[in-house]
């Protein structure tokens, strides 16, 4: 059975920092593109920050040079360092897994709430 579990979502004021982690579990990651997305009340998902196999990264243009995306194949792990965190940052944030090499598979986490409040 896969799994997506995130964790380390929470309540952050403005210009802090957080780490979400999407620990994997029933797929093997070295098969599977990683991304973050997110969503705001009263908006569509978005991504957020992509990580492929052969280890390009991509990030939307809102987080570029804030947020930074890695991964650990061995540990079956997805992080992503939040820094300087704005209230528009404020989402839950979904960790997604695409086979890179069967088209239309994928699997998402449940997802971390992330608020930036002061």
């Known amino acids: 059975q896969v799994q997506l579990v995130e964790s380390g979502g929470g309540l952050v004021q403005p210009g802090g920092s957080l780490r979400l982690s999407c620990a994997a579990s029933?797929?093997?990651?070295?098969?599977?593109?990683m991304s973050w997305y997110r969503q705001a009340p009263g908006k569509e998902r978005e991504l957020v920050a992509g990580?492929?196999?052969?280890?390009?990264?991509n990030y939307a243009d809102s987080v570029k040079g804030r947020f930074t995306i890695s991964r650990d194949n061995a540990k079956n792990t997805v992080l992503l360092q939040m820094n300087n965190l704005k209230p528009e940052d404020t989402a839950v944030y979904y960790c997604?897994?695409?086979?890179?090499?069967?088209?239309?598979?994928?699997?998402w986490g449940q997802g971390t709430q992330v608020t930036v409040s002061s």
């Open positions: 029933g797929i093997m990651s070295s098969r599977f593109d």
């Open positions: 997604h897994a695409r086979n890179i090499y069967i088209s239309g598979l994928y699997y």
């Open positions: 990580m492929i196999t052969r280890g390009r990264t």
